[in-house]
């Protein structure tokens, strides 16, 4: 028995998936080249009249634009609200409360309202509380 029987087996049958392939799609190529009566054309009816489409269509359109004013509007105001920051130290256990709104709080860091930047360090966690 050959050492590389196994591989040898494995080219065999993407030889013969390949040609397989290859045999199936020149089948269908002329199988597409014969002519073919084609069924007599009739006329296309209007089923809706152009004017209801427009009118539909700018309808979509006005609503599309509306919904992403408001989402934008209430992701805004989402980010203006205030909320309470307690960073907590793992190893101590020591608590400190800080504000910030909630669009500058960021994974391990954020702003408070004053203005200060705050990053916490790998050993301490950060809660989030709505409201002052």
Do not use: C
């Amino acid at each position: 028995m050959l050492p590389y029987s196994p591989m040898f087996g494995k080219i065999l049958l993407t030889v013969a998936v390949i040609l397989g392939a290859y045999y199936v799609i020149r089948a269908r190529m002329q199988y597409d080249r014969k002519p073919t009566t084609a069924p007599p054309l009739r006329p296309l009816t209007q089923v809706v009249s152009p004017g209801i489409l427009k009118v539909i269509a700018y309808g979509l359109v006005a609503v599309m634009v509306a919904g992403s004013l408001l989402w934008l509007y209430l992701d805004y105001q989402s980010g203006r609200e205030v909320v309470t920051v307690r960073v907590i130290n793992a190893n101590t256990g020591n608590v400190t409360t800080y504000q910030a709104r909630r669009a500058h709080v960021q994974d391990r860091r954020f702003t408070t309202l004053d203005g200060r930047p705050v990053t916490l360090a790998d050993v301490d966690r950060m809660e989030l509380s709505a409201g002052r």
